[in-house]
C-alpha cells in the first residue's frame, strides 16, 4: 500500500467549521496505527489548534517554538496511547495564522528530515479557505475534504474545492459526509459533484458517510476516540471509511516524496503572492 521511499500524505479540510473535521482526522490515525503504520498527525490548525485537546495531551511545546528555534521538531512531537505520534500546532497564537514563505520553508525542511520515519502523515487543516489551508492541501498527496449535509457546510465546501484547484491546482479530491446516514450522505455528494462537475475541472471520489451518533458526543466530550466498546455500526463505517481513503492507489502525478509536495506548495503560494 504505502512507498517504501516516502511516506503518503494526506490532507483532511473542510470550507466550514464544526462539521468533525479533527474528530476524523485523530480516529483515521488511531485506525492506521491499528493497522501497523508508522502515522503523524499535524494540527496544521495553527492558532487554533485542538487535537492535543480531543487527545488529552500535555505538549511541551508547539510550532511557534520551532519557526522561533527554539525547539527543534524530534522535541516537539508527542507520542499518544493510541500508537500514532502528534505535532501540536498552538492555541491562540494569532502570528501562527498566516505563516510567511520563510515560516514555511522552516517547516518544511523540518519535516523533510522526519518524513522517513513515518508510513503516512495526515494534516488536520484550519476550516476554510485561508492562506495556512491553501499551502497544507496542496503540500499534500491526497486532500480529502470532509462536509455534512447542512446546506452552509455543502457550499462552503465546494468554496475550498475551488480555491485549491483554480488557485493551488490541486484537481483530485476525497470526499466524506459526516454526521449523517447512508442515503442523505450520498445526497450531499450528488449535489457536490452535479456543481463541480459544471463549473471546475476536479475529480471528486467519495469515500462513504460516518453516521450521527451520541457516541462520538461522549467521546468527544471525554476526550477519547471511538473503540470497539462503541456502536457497532458506527465503528465499522468510520472504518470503511478510512479503509477506503488509505486503499486508494497512490497519487502517481503528486508521488515525488515528501520533499516535492512541500517544495511545490512553497512555490504556489509564492507565485500566489506574486501574482496578489
Known sequence: MMAASSPRVMSVSSGKGGVG???????????????????LLIDADLGLANVDVMLGLHASGNMQDLLHGKAILED?????????DVLPGGNG?????NLSPDDQQVILDNLRDIGHNYDLIL?????????????FASASEDALVVLTPDPTSLTDAYALIKVLSQQRDVRRFMVAVNQTGDIDGQITFRRLLSVTDRYLDVYLDYLGNIPRH?????????QRLID???????????????????NRPRNDARSGGLQFFWEHSLTASLNAVAGA
Open 123 to 135: 494534516i488536520d487543516t484550519a476550516a476554510g479557505i485561508g492562506e495556512n489551508v491553501l499551502y
Open 93 to 97: 497564537l494569532y502570528e501562527l495564522t
Open 21 to 39: 473535521k479533527t474528530f476524523v482526522t485523530v480516529n483515521m490515525a488511531a485506525h492506521a496505527a491499528r493497522q501497523g503504520q508508522r502515522v
Open 214 to 222: 451520541t457516541a462520538v458526543r461522549q467521546a468527544i466530550q471525554n
Open 228 to 246: 470497539a466498546s462503541d456502536d457497532g455500526r458506527l465503528v465499522a463505517q468510520m472504518q470503511h471509511v478510512f479503509d477506503t481513503a488509505m
Open 76 to 84: 516537539l512531537i508527542v507520542s499518544t496511547e493510541h500508537g500514532f
